[in-house]
Structure formats: C-alpha cells, structure tokens
C-alpha cells in the first residue's frame, strides 16, 4: 500500500510527505489507491528512505521475472543510455574537493606554525626535538585531527604543571576552539566527498553535474544532479542505476555489474563488454 501511495504521488509530480499526507485525506485517487488508510508524514519518510529502496528492487526483480516468462522481452539486446536528474537541494550549497583541500592545508600549516611556537617556548621541548615537530605529529607528517587531539591533551598536561603559562593558554584556547573543529570538519567533507570533486550540502549523494539545459547558456550553471543509467529492450526498462559520475563511459561498466540477466546471460554479457 505505501509503494503505491508513493508511486501515484510521484505520477501526480508530489514528492513532499506532507503533501502526501495531505493527499490522503482530501483527494479521492489517493484514498482509493491507500484502501482508506491515512500514514502521517513520519511514517512516509521513514519508508521512503528505508524500506522503499528494498522494495522497489523487489518489485523491479518480479516484473523482470513476469516480462522474461511472458516473452516480452529476451535480454538479447540491451540499449543503455543516461539523463542526469537534478536533485532536490539548493545549488548555491556546494562542497567543492578543490577548495577543501586548500582550505584544510591552510590550516594544517598554521596548527604546525602554532606548534612551533610552542616548542620554541617550552625550553625542555627545545632542547630534545630541536626544530622538529613533536612526536605525536610524527615529524614532518601531515596534521591530522586525531593528532591534534593527542596535542592538545599533552599541552593541558603541561598546564596543570605551569598553570601561569600564557602562552600554552592561549595556544591551546584557540587550538581547540577554531583549529580542532574546522579541521574536523574538513577532513569529514573529504570522507563524504570520497574523489568526487564536490557534493550538496543538503544532498550529500547528489554531485555537481551540468545539465543539458544549461549547454547553451551564457554562463553554464551546475547544479547538483544524479546521472541515472537506464537499460530497455521492446520500450521495456530492464534495469536502472544511479550513479555520481557526469559522464555516460565512466557509469556502463559499473551499471553492468548491477544487472542480472536471467537464464545464465548475465556471464555471457558480461563477456562482451570486459
């Protein structure tokens, strides 16, 4: 009941849960399709973005099974092509890898200046490491959050033994108040970014991609998009995927390996294309 729900609403361009819900109660199509039943907006959300992604595969799979068994369609010949969809979030509201990057050096080259500092005005520090970087950074290593943590709890250890010391105060005040959390932060935009060159902060799977529409304008805007693989035979889709990268070369292979074809071609078509 609630695939078709979603399903119709789809068809009637009504994406939002409340307008859903609201649907439900007031037109007439919805009350027939859902047998009278009335789910909140939770309850189409939790769905939509838990049960409804196995669901659909299910679906999928058994209409597949139905079209093979009726002789619809074969899988003898498999015609592939991709559109990209943009995605519902605002395009003004990227993460860019590029920039990320940059902004993250920066401020690991200042934490390693900072630290320097400190050594310079710790003499015992000074005395045993030289112009080296302390240990925990692991001498000329990169800057990491984590080693930063385990920074900033040595020089709270050397506070409790030089508490008049305003230079450790002051360093380690602003190492963990600015430098800690913005390199937290950038090193968790490189997670989700996983080598792509930028994602949507209200719609972290969708990358910036350029539409078509956009081919002819002036100044081209990208915008956050998914490119959807579509696989058909006889005007039938036998098999979809959905991909993050721009281009259609990059996405065939990958969306291959998602298919399954029945009676035993899936090798055999897997062959032609390796």
Same mark, same amino acid.
């Given at each position: 009941?609630? +695939?078709?729900?979603?399903?119709?609403?789809?068809?009637?361009?009504?994406?939002?849960?409340? *307008?859903?819900?609201?649907? +439900?109660?007031?037109?007439?199509?919805?009350?027939?399709?859902?047998?009278?039943?009335? @789910?909140?907006?939770?309850?189409?959300?939790?769905?939509?973005?838990e049960t409804m992604k196995e669901a659909v595969r299910k679906v999928f799979a058994s209409?597949?099974?139905?079209?093979?068994?009726?002789?619809?369609?074969?899988?003898?010949?498999?015609?592939?092509?991709?559109?990209? =969809?943009?995605?519902?979030?605002?395009?003004?509201?990227?993460?860019?890898?590029?920039?990320? %990057?940059?902004?993250?050096?920066?401020? !690991?080259?200042? =934490?390693?200046?900072?630290?320097?500092?400190?050594? !310079?005005?710790?003499?015992?520090? !000074?005395?045993?490491?030289?112009?080296?970087?302390?240990?925990?950074?692991?001498?000329?290593?990169?800057?990491?959050?984590?080693?930063?943590?385990?920074?900033?709890?040595?020089?709270?250890?050397?506070?409790?033994?030089? @508490?008049?010391?305003?230079?450790? *105060?002051?360093?380690?005040?602003?190492?963990?108040?600015?430098?800690? @959390?913005?390199?937290?932060?950038?090193?968790?935009?490189?997670? =989700?970014?996983?080598?792509?060159?930028?994602?949507?902060?209200?719609?972290?799977?969708?990358?910036?991609?350029r539409m078509k529409e956009d081919r002819t304008a002036r100044k081209p805007l990208a915008?956050?998009?998914?490119?959807? !693989?579509?696989?058909?035979?006889?005007?039938?889709?036998?098999?979809?995927?959905?991909?993050? %990268?721009?281009?259609?070369?990059?996405?065939? =292979?990958?969306?291959? %390996?998602?298919?399954?074809?029945?009676?035993?071609? %899936?090798?055999?078509?897997?062959?032609?294309?390796?």
């Open positions: 009941m609630m +695939l078709k729900v979603i399903v119709y609403a789809y068809t009637q361009k009504i994406y939002s849960s409340r *307008k859903i819900e609201k649907a +439900l109660w007031e037109n007439i199509g919805f009350m027939w399709i859902s047998g009278g039943n009335q @789910p909140d907006f939770h309850t189409i959300n939790n769905f939509r973005g209409m597949m099974e139905f079209l093979v068994e009726e002789g619809y369609v074969k899988m003898e010949n498999y015609f592939v092509d991709g559109t990209k =969809i943009g995605a519902d979030s605002n395009p003004h509201k990227m993460v860019w890898a590029k920039k990320t %990057q940059k902004y993250k050096e920066r401020l !690991q080259k200042q =934490i390693e200046e900072l630290l320097n500092e400190i050594d !310079q005005a710790n003499e015992r520090e !000074q005395e045993e490491y030289g112009e080296e970087n302390l240990e925990e950074l692991g001498g000329n290593s990169v800057v990491t959050a984590e080693k930063l943590k385990q920074k900033v709890a040595e020089i709270n250890e050397q506070l409790k033994e030089k @508490p008049q010391d305003k230079v450790l *105060k002051k360093a380690v005040k602003k190492l963990e108040r600015e430098d800690l @959390p913005c390199l937290e932060k950038y090193e968790e935009q490189e997670r =989700i970014l996983n080598g792509r060159n930028s994602y949507s902060k209200t719609d972290p799977d969708a990358s910036s991609l915008r956050p998009a998914y490119n959807v !693989q579509t696989g058909t035979e006889g005007q039938f889709v036998v098999g979809y995927s959905i991909h993050q %990268q721009a281009d259609d070369t990059s996405c065939f =292979i990958p969306h291959m %390996q998602t298919q399954e074809f029945p009676q035993g071609r %899936q090798f055999k078509r897997r062959r032609l294309w390796q």
